[in-house]
């Protein structure tokens, strides 16, 4: 019997880095697995990654902004598979600009994806999950959720919000047995952490090997996490293991944020 066998588990930001990670994990931990993403060629090399760990996996291509898209997704993994036992976040974009060059645009688009799309993932979650009276949600913040840096305003605003909004979730579905629990990662190998790299290390006089050389200096254990060490923790946070853990941000950093 394995972890996931005939748990329902649903991925955002599925076709790529940290949310492939997990949609794997949890493939190869037994489960049934919706993968979404706005990504579609992404989400199909995902689907075969999948399919090679046995799993039959459904593709939901999705932007997290459009509410109405998303409703028609979670209908139809719930046709698909009858039930949403796990949801993982991961779907996010980056930005950064000092703070006076920040467009009003730019900051609309992250809160809308970063926070918006978790929000209202977390709102399609709730009820197949309190009619169930099981369920554990993951939402992926970041050390910058935890942390903040410079330059970065709108995408630290939006990692905050999912922290506190996941609290809020948590405190409402507990008396539904369904937890929910966040996930700061550090500097993780993805297609994002190399996008920071070109975006930071220019206004730092840097070339973006430098600065990424630099963080991964700056980390207690001395480098950036892959993204299936992530999926392990959101594995183990939607696993029995994890029964009487919720409310939490789970710093998964190698050491950078102690707090
Ligand atoms: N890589 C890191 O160093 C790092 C650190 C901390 C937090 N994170 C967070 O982890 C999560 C995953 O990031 P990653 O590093 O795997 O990045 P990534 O760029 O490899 O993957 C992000 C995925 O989200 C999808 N996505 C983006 N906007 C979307 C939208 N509007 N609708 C649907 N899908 C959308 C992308 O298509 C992509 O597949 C993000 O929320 C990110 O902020 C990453």
């Given at each position: 019997m394995r972890r996931f066998d005939d748990k329902s588990v649903l991925v955002t930001?599925?076709?790529?880095?940290i949310g492939r990670a997990c949609a794997l994990r949890f493939a190869r931990e037994g489960a049934q697995v919706g993968l979404l993403d706005w990504d579609a060629a992404g989400n199909r090399e995902t689907a075969e990654l999948c399919a090679e760990q046995g799993a039959e996996p459904i593709e939901l291509d999705c932007d997290v902004r459009d509410a109405g898209g998303l409703e028609r997704a979670f209908e139809e993994l719930l046709d698909a598979f009858?039930?949403?036992?796990v949801l993982v976040t991961c779907a996010g974009v980056y930005a950064g600009q000092p703070l006076e060059a920040v467009p009003d645009a730019s900051w609309n688009e992250v809160l809308e994806i970063n926070l918006g799309g978790v929000f209202r993932c977390n709102r399609l979650a709730a009820a197949p999950m309190k009619e169930q009276a099981a369920g554990s949600i993951v939402n992926v913040s970041s050390m910058a959720g935890k942390t903040s840096f410079p330059a970065t305003a709108q995408y630290s605003a939006s990692k905050s919000g999912v922290i506190g909004l996941t609290r809020s979730v948590a405190l409402e579905l507990a008396p539904f047995g369904v937890t929910a629990n966040v996930i700061c990662p550090?500097?993780?190998?993805?297609?994002m952490l190399h996008e920071v790299a070109r975006a930071v290390a220019p206004g730092l006089g840097m070339s973006p090997p430098e600065w990424l050389a630099m963080r991964a200096a700056d980390c207690p254990l001395g480098r950036f996490a892959e993204p299936e060490e992530i999926a392990g923790v959101a594995a183990f946070l939607a696993s029995e293991d994890a029964?009487?853990?919720?409310g939490q941000a789970l710093a998964v950093d190698g050491g950078m944020v102690l707090c």
């Open positions: 930001g599925a076709a790529s880095g009858g039930r949403l036992d550090g500097n993780t190998e993805t297609p029964r009487y853990l919720t």
